[in-house]
């Protein structure tokens, strides 16, 4: 079992950046792809970026490539999400997950989740 949580998020200024972190708990966390999520206000949580369980192979959704990087560190359990340029419409709850799937957009091949950190951009 592995249990997550995230930290980094705040307010920013549109053009900006945030570095998120997600901590993981469990000495089987190396097992796993691990992905971020984000939930808009009023709006249903959507993939943002994967990483595989070595960190060779990244994917992300359309809309953040060239501005955010997920990397993880296996050996402090922590995998990160490096936010660029952010834009207003990045604003959202960010979650980290965990799974056996890479690359994996769906949320329903996550298995253990982290309880979210707020993001908020400004314009």
């Known amino acids: 079992q592995v249990q997550l949580s995230e930290s980094g998020g705040g307010l920013v200024q549109a053009g900006g950046s945030l570095r998120l972190s997600c901590t993981a708990s469990?000495?089987?966390?190396?097992?796993?792809?691990m992905g971020w999520f984000r939930q808009a206000p009023g709006k249903e949580r959507v993939f943002v970026a994967a990483?595989?369980?070595?960190?060779?192979?990244?994917y992300y959704t359309d809309s953040v490539k060239g501005r955010f990087t997920i990397s993880r560190d296996n050996a402090k359990n922590i995998v990160y999400l490096q936010m660029n340029s952010l834009k207003p419409d990045d604003t959202a709850v960010y979650y980290c997950?965990?799974?056996?799937?890479?690359?994996?957009?769906?949320?329903?091949?996550?298995?253990?989740w982290g309880q979210g950190t707020q993001v908020t951009v400004s314009s």
């Open positions: 997950a965990a799974s056996f799937s890479f690359p994996s957009p769906n949320e329903a091949n996550y298995f253990y």
């Open positions: 469990g000495r089987t966390y190396s097992t796993y792809d």
């Open positions: 990483i595989s369980r070595n960190g060779g192979l990244t």
